[in-house]
């Protein structure tokens, strides 16, 4: 158990419809990173938030956003979805910033949510 | 524009040989180099890391070892066990807790 935890495990839904994907970090972790992983592929990174700011931009769609709120959980909405979208989304969470002395950029993985659409 | 790419998408190895997975990045201002083990409807977990100031990390079974000029790292796990057989990425991120950058994966399949 990474202490990562992501909800729902398994999501179906249209295209055009829209959905959110929640991610509750590890405890003390303020980093916040989803990844996708479509079939076959690798995992890409999407976005990254840092104690409630948004901290790097990967390939992240603009029907998709995230934001990561107080308690330093996230959230991550897809909008308009097509049949591409279908995909493992991971979310991940890392040592907080200053402790430069542990940081070896392990990321801890949830056991992600799978999204199909119709 | 895949900055750290793993050529070899499957492997096959015999139990108790070595195994020898590869990665090759572009980006030299990375600082960190990791490896993650994925088994089928996990989330991937870490395995092992090396700094770039260091050519070599051991821990148990598994080292990496790092060639920066040839912006090179490999994964070596000795003995391999079945219970290895897993995908494997190589990842890398930069020193101010970057984005962690992931390769495709290689899928290793260990022989019993």
């Known amino acids: 158990d990474s202490g990562v935890t992501q909800t729902p495990k398994h999501l179906i839904t249209a295209t055009g419809q829209r959905v959110t994907l929640r991610c509750s970090p590890r405890s003390g972790d303020l980093s916040v990173y989803w990844y996708q992983q479509s079939l076959d592929q690798g995992l890409q990174f999407l976005i990254q938030?840092?104690?409630?700011?948004?901290?790097a931009k990967g390939n992240i769609l603009e029907r998709f956003s995230a934001q990561q709120f107080p308690d330093l959980h996230s959230e991550l909405n897809l909008s308009s979805l097509e049949l591409g979208d279908s995909a493992l989304y991971f979310c991940?969470?890392?040592?907080?910033?200053?402790?430069?002395?542990?940081?070896?950029?392990?990321?801890?993985f949830g056991e992600g949510s799978r999204l199909t659409v119709l | 524009d895949q900055q750290v790419k793993q050529n070899s998408p499957s492997l096959s190895v015999q139990e108790g040989r070595i195994s020898i997975l590869n990665c090759d990045y572009t980006n030299s201002m990375f600082d960190y180099f990791l490896w993650y083990k994925k088994y089928p409807a996990e989330g991937p977990t870490f395995l092992i890391s090396?700094?770039?100031?260091?050519d070599k990390n051991e821990d148990g079974r598994f080292t990496v070892f790092l060639n920066k000029s040839a912006k090179h790292l490999s994964l070596h796990i000795v003995p391999s066990q079945p219970g290895d057989s897993a995908v494997y990425f190589c990842a890398a991120s930069g020193t101010s807790y970057d984005k962690v950058i992931f390769g495709p994966g290689t899928s290793l399949s260990v022989i019993p």
């Open positions: 090396i700094s770039s100031i260091k």
């Open positions: 938030y840092y104690n409630g700011e948004e901290r």
């Open positions: 991940a969470s890392s040592v907080e910033e200053g402790v430069a002395s542990v940081y070896t950029g392990e990321l801890f």
